[in-house]
Structures are given as structure tokens and as C-alpha cells.
């Protein structure tokens, strides 16, 4: 499924390619014989299925694929039109350069990176003014994890709407179970991403937090069975969600340190990267929570409760004991 969904990735590009470096028309048999991925069509037919379904993908992206006809009005080609196509008019200021750096810095780690580059090289050289992008540093680093690697199947199969599976922990459950899921929508809140969607094995409308999600997201060429419906509010579903953290820690952090505690923080109000102050961190085991205070070290002091203070203090003094080598 992984190959046949990059084939049809690159086949799209190549197709805007083919389009946009022609003056003139490019006829059907030409870019089935040009375009590579075409070849491979089983029959005339299922050619034509592939090449109806690209056009109106496109053309969903806003890329503006013309039909020419004869005076006859039959039809000559296809083409894409640069002066239809090309970015024209944009004006961004400094600041605004500088939230689509850090925004573009999200996938700095993902297969999306070198996209993302590329956008914003080409709004900076389409923009009016000469502000640009060189030499900024945000100050703040915005890292892809790797449970977010599930973002990117869950965005394709939200858009065509196929059937989802995966292998998700809940609760304060040991093991993943899978799940089988029509995907809704994607919803990014206080700092986490969420799936909604239509359970099928439940037979309900589920709340899935990604970070929660073990291994791969399966696409299957299934559609869904149940759509979303119309008077559905996912922003709403999420944030009625129940919490999966059923233990949770006070912690306070120093200016510029515990960006991990920072970013699960469960608070309302979000802290400033480089201001001092207490956030809220929940986990399923007091474990959790223990590893997640001993791992910002001396960045961190938890507040509450005092039990799980002590013993982050006893795991940092054997820590200590460990790499001093003063052993009991």
C-alpha cells in the first residue's frame, strides 16, 4: 500500500511537470507515453480512470489544468498556464516570514522537510518587498516526534476519506489493541494532536489522541462507511475528550528548561519558553511521571504531589551515586 500511494505522489508531480513545460497542448496518448507511472495501466480504460481521477485531485489543490478543444470542440490537450499558475502579489512582513519559518520547521524531521523548504523559498521569492527569512532563529525549536508520524497517513486518508487502522493503548490499558476507524478529522489541542472518527468495532464516534497510537497507521482503499456528518463538531469532540492521563504532577521549571514538561503540559494557560513557572503534567503511572521530572533533572522541581517529589529526589541522588561512582 506504502509503494503504490508514492508511485501515485510522484505520477501527480510528474504530471505538473509535463504540463507546465509544454507551450502548447499536450495530448492524452502523449502523456500517457511521457508521464511515468501511465505505462503501467493494465488497459486503455483503466488508464482513463487514472487520468480523470490525477486532473480532478489537481485540480482540488487549486492547480489550474486546462482543457483545449478545436473549433470543433473536440479535445486537443492539456496544459497548465505559468500566468494562472504562478504566485503573484504577496507581501509578508518580517513577522510574518517568521511564524511560516517556524511553522515550516515542524516537519524539519519528517519526509515533508524538503517541501516545506522549498514552499518557503518560493513565497519568499514571490513576495513584493525584500524581507526574508535569512539568518532568523525563532528561539524556540518545534520538534517532530515520532508518534507524529502518524499525521501524515491520518491527514491522506481524512482528505479521501478511506478506512483507517491502528493499534491504540487507552486508558490505563497495558496492551494496544487495534482499531479500525472511518477518520473524520484531525485536531491539534492545547499542544497534542487528535483523530475523530467513527469506531467500528464500537460502533460509536472515538476521540483518538496520536501520541497514543503504537506502530503504523494502516490506509486501506476502503471508503468509509460512515461519513462525518454534517452537524459534526470535531473542535468540540475534542476538547469534551476525557482526559487519558489519570495521574497527574505539579512541576515547577526554570526559564528555558523542561521543554518536554512544557509541551505535555495539561495547563490551560501556555508558559512562555523562557519564563519560569509551574505546569500541570499528567501520565498513566506514577512512573511516568517520575521518569518524565527525572529526565529535565536540575530544570525541574515537582511541586506536588510530595510523594512523587521524594522519589524523583531518591532516583536523582542514585543517579548521581551511578555517575560518580560512589556506589552503595
Known amino acids: 500500500m506504502a509503494s503504490t500511494r508514492i508511485d501515485r505522489t510522484e505520477r501527480l508531480l510528474n504530471l505538473v511537470f509535463c504540463l507546465m513545460a509544454s507551450r502548447h497542448a499536450v495530448k492524452r496518448a502523449d502523456i500517457q507515453s511521457i508521464v511515468p507511472g501511465y505505462l503501467d495501466a493494465p488497459s486503455a480504460a483503466a488508464f482513463e480512470r487514472m487520468f480523470e481521477r490525477d486532473k480532478d485531485e489537481l485540480r482540488g489543490m487549486g492547480i ?81 516526534s515520532e508518534t507524529d508520524a502518524a499525521i501524515l497517513p491520518l491527514f491522506t486518508s481524512v482528505r479521501e476519506q478511506r478506512v483507517v487502522a491502528f493499534d491504540y493503548r487507552s486508558g490505563n490499558a497495558q496492551k494496544a489493541m487495534r482499531r479500525r476507524v472511518d477518520p473524520w478529522a484531525v485536531v491539534a489541542s492545547d499542544g497534542h494532536w487528535y483523530l475523530v472518527g467513527h469506531d467500528h468495532d464500537r460502533e460509536a464516534t472515538r476521540v483518538f489522541r496520536l501520541s497514543r497510537i503504537a506502530g503504523t497507521v494502516q490506509v486501506f482503499a476502503e471508503l468509509q462507511q460512515h461519513p462525518m456528518p454534517p452537524d459534526c ?43 519560569a513557572g509551574a505546569v500541570v503534567v499528567g501520565a498513566r503511572t506514577t512512573e511516568q511521571l517520575q521518569a518524565l521530572a527525572c529526565a529535565a533533572g536540575t530544570g525541574a522541581l515537582v511541586l506536588e504531589p510530595a510523594t512523587l517529589r521524594q522519589e524523583v529526589r531518591e532516583s536523582l541522588k542514585r543517579i548521581e551515586q551511578v555517575h560518580s561512582g560512589d556506589r552503595e
Open 64 to 144: 489550474p489544468i486546462d482543457t483545449v478543444t478545436d473549433v470543433n470542440g473536440e479535445v486537443e490537450g492539456y496544459r497548465i498556464s505559468l500566468t494562472d499558475y504562478e504566485l503573484a502579489g504577496l507581501s509578508f512582513t518580517a513577522e510574518e516570514l517568521a511564524v511560516l519559518t517556524l511553522a515550516a520547521s515542524v516537519w524539519d524531521e519528517a519526509i515533508m522537510g524538503p517541501a516545506a523548504t522549498t514552499a518557503l523559498r518560493k513565497l519568499e521569492a514571490a513576495q513584493e518587498s525584500e524581507v526574508t527569512t535569512s539568518g532568523f532563529s525563532p528561539g524556540v525549536n518545534v520538534r517532530w
Open 233 to 275: 463538531d470535531a473542535r468540540s469532540l475534542v476538547g469534551a475528550h476525557e482526559p487519558d492521563s489519570p495521574l497527574a504532577a505539579t512541576i515547577f521549571v526554570l526559564a528555558g528548561q523542561g521543554a518536554e514538561l512544557r509541551r505535555l503540559s495539561q495547563s490551560k494557560t501556555r508558559l512562555d519558553p523562557f519564563t
